[in-house]
Antibody, heavy 120, light 107 residues
Framework: EVQLVESGGGVVQPGGSLRLSCAAS????????MHWVRQAPGKGLEWVSG????????DHAASMKGRFTISRDNFKNTLYLQMNSLRVEDTAVYYC?????????????WGQGTMVTVSS | EIVLTQSPGTLSLSPGERATLSCRAS???????LGWYQQKPGQAPRLLIY???KRATGIPDRFSGSGSGTDFTLTISRLEPEDFAVYYC????????FGQGTKLEIK
């Protein structure tokens, strides 16, 4: 069974850091690009960042560049999101998502999400 | 900035009726890389449609997608009780923008 399980969320003060993890199972992890998407309470979906299957290419939303870093460990079948200089507006549920195989693809599998709360 | 605008914001219909949801892009979507997702309260989104009109695995055929360029539509031919949810369109052609969502509620 294809599964994505996020962890690492919690409560952090403004300016703090967190590292989210997404453990993948049931598929060839390195064959898929992986992304992070977030959803603030009561709001819509917002793309955060993405990484190719081999980890060679990454991209981040403009508001997160320089603060967030996506990475992956294909030996551990795990995706990461290092979040630094966190702001109150970063409060959200963070989902990891698996893209369809190919040069580009939609998000065919999602994790259940992990909540990040930035508050003093 | 590339924007996807969904309309209406809220759609009130009854089971058995037909639902038509719209998604308009500020710039043309390359190679039809446009998808639709369904999200129910407390759950992760679920892929319904990719490539404008292809149904994802396990998605019933009452869901269909159409459109090209900048104008796209998700149609639910005959609403079932479990279809009432929020729907998002997304482009994934290098820009990964989501629309703001359409809430489909029971009338």
């Amino acid at each position: 069974e294809v599964q994505l399980v996020e962890s690492g969320g919690g409560v952090v003060q403004p300016g703090g850091s967190l590292r989210l993890s997404c453990a993948a199972s049931g598929f060839a992890f390195s064959s898929h690009a992986m992304h992070w998407v977030r959803q603030a309470p009561g709001k819509g979906l917002e793309w955060v960042s993405g990484i190719t299957g081999d980890g060679g290419i990454t991209d981040h939303a403009a508001s997160m560049k320089g603060r967030f870093t996506i990475s992956r460990d294909n030996f551990k079948n795990t995706l990461y999101l290092q979040m630094n200089s966190l702001r109150v507006e970063d409060t959200a549920v963070y989902y990891c998502a698996r893209r369809q195989v190919g040069p580009t693809g939609a998000y065919e599998t999602w994790g259940q999400g992990t909540m990040v709360t930035v508050s003093s | 900035e590339i924007v996807l605008t969904q309309s209406p914001g809220t759609l009130s219909l009854s089971p058995g009726e037909r639902a038509t949801l719209s998604c308009r892009a500020s710039q043309s979507v390359s190679s039809n890389y446009l998808g639709w997702y369904q999200q129910k309260p407390g759950q992760a989104p679920r892929l319904l449609i990719y490539g404008v009109s292809k149904r994802a695995t396990g998605i019933p055929d009452r869901f269909s997608g159409s459109g090209s360029g900048t104008d796209f539509t998700l149609t639910i031919s005959r609403l079932e009780p479990e279809d009432f949810a929020v729907y998002y369109c997304q482009r994934y052609d290098g820009s990964f923008t989501f629309g703001q969502g359409t809430k489909l509620e029971i009338k």
